[in-house]
């Protein structure tokens, strides 16, 4: 199967109820252990490289990796560049075989907001792939740095920018270790009422699987950005390979003792949101 675009995702998880996993890729294990997640769950899955990753790894690689794996998954997988700052960033993405970008202006002005995205949804669109934006913005775990997306400026920025889906924050915060978010559905609602396009929740990993599941069903939240709980899946699973094999220091040896369970989580994870 060839490389899929948010859009080729997620409109069909608005017709059906459902929601696709957006999960963060840090690597070759993990990124494969989605990607045979997706295949078991028979479901659609977004693979990301946010700026951690692409401060590991350069971009040209994550772009042939992640094409490697949509190129031959048994179901659509797309390639997508999670917050990238700026233009160029996304120009480089796309140039590597990237199908999907998000532009994280939400640290900018609306109106610088704005028209950096139109930019990027000019370039993406060019090449028939598709763009996520964020208006207000999602803030960090013990950073903070939350504004909650105003719905107006939501109707806005989707009219102004022609973007895809659109990530919001209402209530949602990234590199939560537990599940403390607590989404307003009231605030969710009126976004939803003005908007047209998939909405997206980064920080996903702070929701209960639960809440997942039932916003999934129940709204147009069709994107979650999964990362965190996957890497704590990676962390326990290490360290069990570790203690139960001390003598061992092949490295692809110690990484294979995190792919099954990995695979296992993000299946589940696929499946709670799917159809
Ligand atoms: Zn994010």
Known sequence: MTAATLKDVLQPAIAGHYAVAGLVVLGWEDAEAYVAAAEDAQLPLILQAGPGCRKHTPVSILGRMFRHLADRAKVPVVCHIDHALHYDECAEAVDHGFTSLMIDGSALPLKDNIALTQKVVALAHRHGLSVEGEVGAVGYEGRGGSTMTSPEEAQLFERETGIDALAI???NV????????????????RIEAVTTVPLVLHGGSGILPDGRRRLAQETRVKKFNIGTELRQEFGRSLRAHLDAHPAEFDRIKILSGTIEPMRMLAAKIIRDLGP
């Open 169 to 171: 924050s209402v209530g």
């Open 174 to 189: 990234h590199l939560q270790t537990s599940h403390a978010a607590v989404i307003d559905r009231e605030l969710l609602q």
